[in-house]
């Protein structure tokens, strides 16, 4: 059981916006900024945005990240084929001496 | 550009220890403000934090494995291990390691994030 909670998964045809919700609580996601990465076919997690609404250098303006009270989400807009992907909310949880969490995960596919 | 790769046993007893090393290149781990970190990935499943070592050696576990882990800089400047004790099926997991950088921008830091990540070891607790 995570920490904080994500939709199992996703779907949208090419060229639409999807956005995954990540919904914490106030030890994590309300107090702390919100990192998002992907995870394509089992390969190593990739950051796509972090500081809750940054993009680093090399990621697509396709994506954007928001961050509201105790929840976050990530938008893809102009979905493309290659987004197909698992994609993780994380961020420090300040419960006990802290921690990070992370969201259990969204499988986006792309139809 | 840093680079990390995890090596180890792929197949543990249970009752056992699990011990990984990752070993980096590109950079000296004792270079920068860093934490050098373990994540797993159980099949079919979500990535889960296990701790981090700093350069000071000092150590922060997840409290999910503080009972039974270890994760300690190497004698030389590119590798920190990983040893998870008195494993069992549950175990069974890809684990990564990662770098942790600061997030940090005209002078004001906002938190952490992983940055770099080996490409994960698989590694089974089977008797």
């Known amino acids: 059981q995570s920490v904080m909670t994500q939709p199992p998964s996703v779907s949208g045809t090419p060229g639409q916006r999807v956005t995954i919700s990540c919904s914490g609580s106030?030890?994590?996601?309300?107090?702390?900024?919100v990192y998002w990465y992907q995870q394509l076919s089992r390969t190593a997690p990739k950051l796509l945005i972090y500081r809750s609404d940054q993009r680093p250098s090399g990621v697509p303006d396709r994506f954007s990240g928001s961050k509201s009270g105790t929840s976050a989400s990530l938008t893809i807009s102009g979905l493309r084929s290659e987004d197909e992907a698992d994609y993780y909310c994380a961020a420090w949880d300040n419960t006990l001496a802290g921690s990070w969490v992370f969201g259990g995960g969204t499988k986006l596919t792309v139809l | 550009q840093v680079q990390l790769q995890e090596s180890g046993p792929g197949l543990v007893k249970p009752s056992q220890t699990l011990s990984l090393t990752c070993t980096v290149s590109g950079a000296s781990i004792y270079s920068g403000n860093y934490y050098w970190s373990w994540i797993r990935q159980p099949a079919g499943q979500g990535l889960e934090w296990i701790g981090y070592v700093y350069i000071s050696g000092s150590t922060h576990y997840s409290p999910s494995f503080e009972s039974r882990v270890t994760i300690s800089l190497g004698t030389s400047n590119d590798h920190f291990s990983l040893n998870l004790y008195s494993v069992t099926a549950a175990d069974t997991a890809v684990y990564y390691c990662a770098r942790v950088v600061p997030d940090c921008s005209d002078g004001r830091c906002y938190g952490r994030y992983f940055d770099s990540w080996g490409q994960g070891t698989p590694v089974t607790v089977s008797s």
């Open positions: 106030n030890s994590n996601i309300e107090s702390n900024h």
